[in-house]
């Protein structure tokens, strides 16, 4: 899958301001700072489309952006990606925090076009507790789960599989690798637009 175009669309709090186009959509999600917004200008090769913000916590919208991908045949698809707000921020209150939860989890049951969510870990730390909840709540509803470890290129290519296999059991990983990503230097890119081509030609 080759991304020749990424164009932001629309914001989102509620469901009445989800895009009307009928697409398929990839979202993806992750503690604050975990790398999110430098992924997904890394994966759309567009440096400024998602914010790489210096404070944390901050994006508490739904960000759509339409991409436009060429197979190898040549053939086109749109789909929306799904830029959704971080979670456990530390310096957020209870009142952030529930409306995090309520909008977010309504997103993913509102959401019929929703074919994959990619779900970012730092592969530098074993899990944290809300990365396994948020795990944990999507594969109960359900949803199809690809997980993407971030900042790949900040641990020695030695210790790597060991981190990768500290990810995997704190998530408990029922099926599925996990892809290491660098945004700084594009390790992983290949393989998450592989894996995004699949689940959108099935
Ligand atoms: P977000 O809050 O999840 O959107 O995270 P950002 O994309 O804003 O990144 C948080 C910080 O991590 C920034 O200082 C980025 O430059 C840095 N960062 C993100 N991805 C990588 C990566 O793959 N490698 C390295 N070395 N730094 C990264």
Request: proline share 5%; glycine share 8%.
């Amino acid at each position: 899958l080759n991304v020749i175009k990424a164009q932001y669309v629309a914001s989102a709090v509620r469901p009445d301001q989800y895009p009307p186009e009928e697409l398929p959509e990839i979202a993806f999600i992750g503690r604050s700072n975990v790398g999110k917004s430098s992924l997904i200008n890394s994966l759309c090769r567009h440096h400024g489309l998602a914010r790489v913000s210096a404070s944390p916590g901050k994006t508490q919208t739904i960000n759509y952006y339409v991409v436009t991908a060429k197979l190898p045949n040549e053939r086109r698809l749109e789909w929306y990606l799904v830029d959704l707000p971080g979670y456990g921020y530390a310096r957020a209150g209870q009142t952030q925090r529930r409306q995090w939860t309520r909008f977010v989890e309504e997103y993913f049951l509102r959401s019929p076009r929703l074919k994959l969510v990619c779900q970012l870990v730092d592969l530098r730390h074993p899990p944290q507790a809300s990365d396994v909840a948020m795990y944990g709540w999507l594969k109960t509803h359900n949803l199809p789960v690809q997980v993407v470890a971030t900042k790949t290129d900040k641990i020695g290519r030695t210790h790597v599989a060991r981190h990768l296999a500290a990810i995997k059991n704190g998530l408990k990983l029922e099926t599925g690798g996990i892809i290491a990503y660098s945004a700084l230097n594009g390790q992983g890119r290949d393989d998450l637009l592989d894996v995004i081509g699949q689940i959108l030609l099935k």
